[in-house]
């Protein structure tokens, strides 16, 4: 099977139609065959150029570096090679540009046969590797002959990672401006999977090699036992952690669990005390925040289980992170194994090595991090006040991000819609060196090349930026009505609970039904309540990507249609794609399968539309497609979704139909006027007074009933 694929153009549907239907606007794609003996002789250099796969190992994917960037606000992570740095290092000494698409090979590599004579390099974890049966050395350029056979053996560790670097690349059709494989999102590398025997790689043209092996001073140290240098923030001591749980998380040797793969890496070690009884409307567990963006190499605490975030992490999310990882160091977590035990170093952002260097500057050949102490700041990198009633809080992500935070830690739309004005603001600026701008509730994230626009600079600019901001009461913008079919206590959220039940945890106040729980928490009589709040409520999107793929992170325009839950803690390791959930005060859409945490209502049908393949590329946090042509994405910031009720094996039929490009979502224009949401809210404050105040009793009479079994500490 070849992994050519070719597009044809898309044509951007009309409004009420957010997805292509069959015919004119349906996608459609062809995959190359293999090459044959009756190849034309003025066709043979090309055929000759390729790769065939006779073994695909246990997990092998194309990737390019940096991956698939300008798409975090909608949930595609940048993907790419997890270990960056040995992916480079191979590049570089076969003349390949840096970001060159190769392989990465999980615990066990490939066996692939080359069409013609070929200079590869082979970097990563210790893995025994062959050419037509004849050891070779890692680190070191080769050259297999024409119609012979590169093997690559299982892993010895350290490391769990191997990468193959060819000379002139793997060339693949990009989606979203790169090749790298999301195989969870099923796009990238060609197929949107890992190889599988009998595929085809293409190969660009032949380089001419710089060096005959990687400098034995750039090689990266590998071991059982790895330090990271990390920076603190975004959530630190005393706000989120005790100054005491911070200490321990410094202090602490990890280890690291074997549910652990590209979009996290699993930690075992000591439970925080914390700093809050809860999270408040973001949720009972003192970890929930109001979803934020976070950051690849932030240390995620879901409830009280730590997560390393990996570059198939996903974009938006509601917990706390109190450390991140460096840029320059989080090539570690690509090589992080069952077992290893990791230490957190904390080190001053200004001294962190420079993300770009392959060389003695990034500091990589070094066993240890070398620290003279940690900012001390908590994470805050600077407080100021955006108008006399709203609060400004600048927390670092890294050294190559910045969050920025609005007011208190509460659900106010006058607080996202400053977010969006100062989104937009940004968008219209074009700073040099900005990456990234992906809106979170009450936050907005700044991802930068530090290298072009130092976080001293962007401090400096996001200050000039507020004096220029408009009064957020003025904010109107687009907000369409989306209808979409919900299934109601669907038979797949079922079986989400009951594998958790069986394969994490079984005794969860959440257990054995999601709905039930929802009740409770919120004091309504009966489950019949719990529909009748879900299916009246109009849900207004305020973030996208919460759990991938264009998923929204949503809220009812209505405060008495707020049913307020807590997540799952930890978080189930398997989701249905397009489960409904309820987190907080929010609903979330997972785009497709994963983990979660939010408590089961329904399901719906799909959110992300795998039919369009778009190949261009977007700036930071603009909708590159919106105007332009067609959208995998469905929804928008700013959109209200309405359910409406459908049965089990209705929904079925409809997300197959929907599959096929047999069903359009249809939606109608409108505006959202702050202004006039705020008139609402006064006009109704006596009635949304006494729902909050009832629902207020069944959350603490719950977060007592977890104090009493433990589930809470004081």
Known sequence: MSRTVMDSSVTAAPTEAIFPTTGADAVQVSKSAPASDTDTADQEPTVQRRIGVVRPGMQTTVQDWPGRIGYWHIGVPPSGPMDDLSFRLGNRVLGNAEGAAGLECTLGGPALRFGAATWVCVTGAVAEVRVDGRPVEQWRTVEVPAGGVLDIGAIRGPGMRTYVLVSGGIQVEQFLGSAATFTLGKFGGGTGAALRAD??????EPRTRLAAAVPMTDIPAFGRRWELAVTEGPHGAPEFFTRKDFDTILGTDYEVHFNSDRTGVRLIGPKPEWARTDGGEAGLHPSNIHDNAYSIGALDFTGDTPILLGPDGPSLGGFVCPVTVVAADRWKLGQLTPGDTVRFVAIRSEHAAPARS???????SLGTVVSAGRDGDDGVLRRTEADDETSVTYRRQGDDGVLVEYGTLTLDLGLRARVHALHQHLIALGARGVLELTPGIRSLQIRVDPALLPIPTLLDLLTE???QLPNSDQLVVPSRTVH??????????????????HGVRSDAPWCPWNIEFIRRMNGLASVDDVYRTVFDAEYLVLG??????GAPVATPTDPRHRVVTTKYNPARTWTPENAVGIGGAYLCIYGMEGPGGYQFVGRTTQVWNHRVRPSGTAGPGVDRFAEEAETPWLLRYFDRIRWHPVEADELLDLRADFAAGKVAITAQDGEFRLADYRRFLADNADSITTFRSSQAEAFDAERQSWRTTGELSD
Not at 199 to 204: A, R
């Open 199 to 204: 595929d085809t790689l293409e190969l660009g």
């Open 358 to 364: 392959l060389g003695l500057l990034r500091r990589a």
């Open 465 to 467: 930026a507020e004096a």
């Open 484 to 501: 979409l079919p919900l299934s109601w206590d669907d038979p797949s959220t079922r079986e989400a609970i009951t594998r958790y039940m």
């Open 544 to 549: 996208l990507g919460d759990v991938y793929l």
